[in-house]
């Protein structure tokens, strides 16, 4: 495809029909919140009973059925009454023999936690939780939830689950859902989607307007920003309803905020969103960079409303990644963010950004499929289950589902080969190129050299952080048995990614391609720790995930700034330009330093914790691993002092590239500015005071610890006294 065609009108199309069908998919989800509440099986009608002849006679056996109150299938909705929130579901017998029920219960029990407490079940009549029900009647089961007075959880995903004497229907279930009391209904309930899909919005607004002939370059960027600062505030908001403490013990499988629905029922396809303290830090980051990457993009004048509007796609995707609990669903976002980057990279980026483009597909669909295999296989495999309104499926593609499921214990083979290693093999794969991972890697450099800034940006501090957040929330929730025989591995790739990296930083004279290999080096500090298997490994690499996002955007942002300017990136033709533009010089040494991970900024806990999690079970790869912050102090500082120390040169006072602005280098302009200032501040608060960080993320590293290392989660506690006593001492 010639990717100039982008600039006729043709070129819309195939926008509009991307667009269109993720239109549809939401408008989907959005009807499957309602559909989920649709009766199923209800009484017809006294007029159509009439034309209808009379029903055959009830089968030889107990049949058992559920259904809410007003003949639904479910789930059930529990309403406030009395301090408490109460429903009943009716149970009834559609044979023709007695069913006797021998257990109604809440789903879960003390080693599998899956409800908030104080959630119980029992029939109205006060039979407790055994019944016989006579055929063609039934009975009521009051289910009910007493929240505590300051509770850790604010909503309610659960199951009634009965077992009678039907046994071709076997175990069967019921939905329940509970929400406590809040100022906005809707938007508490939805605010997931609404963080998700409302740069999906703005990119449709764009498009139609486009269509119309409505609207110009100023209103898309307009419509840009305010999609993507909604986003921001949305995000802001969902921060201060989490808590970071709640784990899989407080119920909902430690899952905040859920919106829970059946979407593919067909397929057993549910639109299954949530958040824990994994993915609410990249939730804050994407927003943010997102954001701020919107606002640096006045710079791009060709076609801007093709632009926005695959920004804004982009941003969708990026934060759907992050918020998606069913696999199927995790897939689509994961797609959805290939093609705009394709785009952006390949219309807009630099000389060679159809190679970059082209480059970057082909990478990103094969570990595409390979993920897709894994998925697959994992679903084939799975144990029968009940999706969210109480239909029993035999698979699933529900991530918390699938976490229960003991693979390893099944003893199934692909070709001989344990089926959890080359499923795990497959994910892992498909995660490495995205982080990137040496071999893997060589599609970075050239995307982040010919991107535009933006998209440079929003490659290292989001694209690649989806990779690490992958294995974290698939590879340790689904594989843990996998990932612990895969640990060394992950931190031997990552000591050589940390070395590797650096080198090939210190080798070059394009600052931009130095930034974009210092990615590579830095995001092995996020596999050093994830080898590790302990808590301060598992937080150190969240940590190193956010300090990265913040510092790499700042550096790519800064080095536009001189790109902009004399169109050069080339570390000889610099020099001398801290007398020429200080600010510039203050925010770029505050970003070289910080990459460098030096105490009191960000950059120092991610990469210290990572080798002080690792260094216990392989001391050898830790102590080779922190070369690279030797190796990373030479190449940041040494860029530092070629551009900015040293005399200026006069041969600049004549360049064609500054005589608008008098044979000088102007200083940050105002827009610059104020992409740029809010990462610095973010970078210092977090070197200096890293525990809200922490906090946040507490709940999330005790529960992924849990599971690929039983023996210490309760060290996260002891790691936030000990980062509090540091940060005493600093003091």
């Known amino acids: 495809m010639n990717l100039r065609r982008l600039s006729s009108s043709s070129a819309w199309l195939p926008l509009v029909g991307w667009l269109s069908l993720f239109a549809l998919l939401a408008l989907s989800i959005a009807w499957s919140g309602r559909a989920v509440a649709s009766p199923i099986g209800a009484p017809p009608s006294a007029s159509a009973s009439a034309s209808v002849p009379a029903a055959p006679p009830l089968p030889h056996r107990p049949i058992v059925a559920l259904s809410t109150a007003d003949g639904a299938r479910g789930p059930l909705v529990l309403t406030a009454r009395d301090g408490a929130y109460v429903a009943e579901l009716t149970i009834a017998d559609e044979g023709g023999e007695p069913l006797i029920v021998s257990r109604v219960a809440i789903r879960g029990d003390d080693e599998d936690v899956r409800a908030p407490p104080r959630l119980s079940a029992r029939f109205s009549d006060g039979s407790a939780t055994t019944a ?116 899989r013990l407080d119920g909902n499988d430690g899952y905040q905020l859920i919106e829970h629905a059946v979407w593919v029922r067909s397929f057993d396809v549910e639109y299954f969103v949530g958040v824990d303290g994994i993915s609410m830090p990249m939730v804050l980051l994407t927003s943010l960079v997102s954001f701020l990457g919107c606002v640096a993009s006045e710079t791009i004048t060709t076609r801007p409303r093709g632009y926005y509007a695959l920004y804004l796609l982009l941003a969708t995707g990026m934060m759907g990644v992050f918020v998606a609990l069913d696999l199927l669903l995790f897939y689509v976002f994961w797609e959805l963010v290939l093609l705009p980057i394709y785009f952006l990279v390949g219309a807009w980026g630099g000389a060679r950004k159809e190679y970059a483009a082209t480059k970057f597909i082909v990478y990103a669909l094969v570990g595409s499929v390979s993920m897709l295999l894994a998925f697959l296989a994992m679903y084939a495999n799975a144990d029968r289950t009940f999706m969210v309104d109480g239909t029993t499926v035999a698979h699933t593609f529900s991530i918390p589902d699938l ?79 996998a990932t612990r025989w895969a640990a060394g591995a992950m931190v031997a790739l990552g000591v050589v990614n940390v070395i590797y990296g650096a080198l090939c930083a210190m080798a070059q004279d394009d600052l931009k391609r130095l930034v974009a290999y210092s990615c590579v080096s830095q995001m092995g500090f996020c596999l050093i720790g994830l080898g590790s298997l302990t808590p301060q490994g598992i937080a150190a690499c969240l940590i190193q995930m956010v300090s990265h996002g913040v510092i790499a955007a700042m550096l790519f942002l800064l080095v536009a700034v001189i790109d902009d300017r004399v169109r050069t990136r080339s570390l000889r033709a610099l020099g001398g330009l801290a007398s020429q533009m200080p600010l510039y010089a203050v925010l770029s040494g505050l970003a070289f330093v910080a990459a460098s991970g030096v105490p009191g900024l960000s950059g120092f806990w991610g990469e210290v914790l990572a080798l002080l999690g690792a260094f216990p079970s392989y001391r050898a790869l830790t102590t080779i691993g922190a070369l690279g912050l030797v190796l990373a102090a030479a190449y940041n500082l040494g860029a530092f002092q070629r551009i900015f120390l040293g005399p200026f040169r006069d041969s600049w006072r004549t360049s064609a590239a500054l005589e608008p602005f008098g044979g000088r280098f102007p200083d940050l302009t105002g827009r610059e500015l104020a992409t740029v200032a809010p990462l610095a501040v973010i970078a210092v608060v977090l070197g200096v005071w890293p525990v809200p960080l922490f906090g946040l993320i507490a709940g999330g590293v005790r529960d992924v610890t849990s599971v690929v290392d039983p023996a210490g989660p309760d060290q996260v506690a002891s790691l936030l006294h000990r980062a509090s006593h540091a940060l005493a001492l600093l003091r």
Request: hydrophobic fraction near 55%.
């Open 132 to 247: 016989t029900i006579a055929p063609a009647t039934s009975k009521h089961i009051v289910v009910t939830w007493t929240p505590e007075r300051n509770a850790r959880t604010r909503q309610v995903l659960a199951h009634v689950v009965i077992t009678s004497n039907d046994e071709q229907a076997g175990e069967v279930a019921m939905g329940v859902r509970a929400q406590l009391a809040s100022v906005a209904p809707f938007f508490f309930d939805h605010l997931l989607s609404c963080l998700t899909f409302v740069p999906l919005l703005g990119a449709l607004f764009i498009v139609l307007m486009a269509g119309f002939g409505r609207g110009d370059d100023r209103s898309a960027r307009t419509i840009a920003l305010v999609a993507t600062a909604l986003q921001c505030v949305f995000a802001v908001w969902l921060a201060t309803l989490f808590r970071g403490d709640v784990t």
């Open 403 to 481: 976490a229960r499921v003991s693979f390893a214990g099944k003893h199934l083979t692909i070709f001989g080969v344990d089926f959890a290693k080359v499923v795990w093999c497959l994910l892992f794969f498909g995660f490495a190129i995205k982080i990137p991972v040496f071999p893997l890697h060589t599609w970075l450099p050239d995307a982040q050299v010919e991107a535009p800034t933006p998209i440079s940006v929003i490659l290292a501090a989001v694209l690649l952080k989806m990779g690490a957040y992958g294995i974290l929330r698939i590879n340790f929730a689904i594989l843990p048995d």
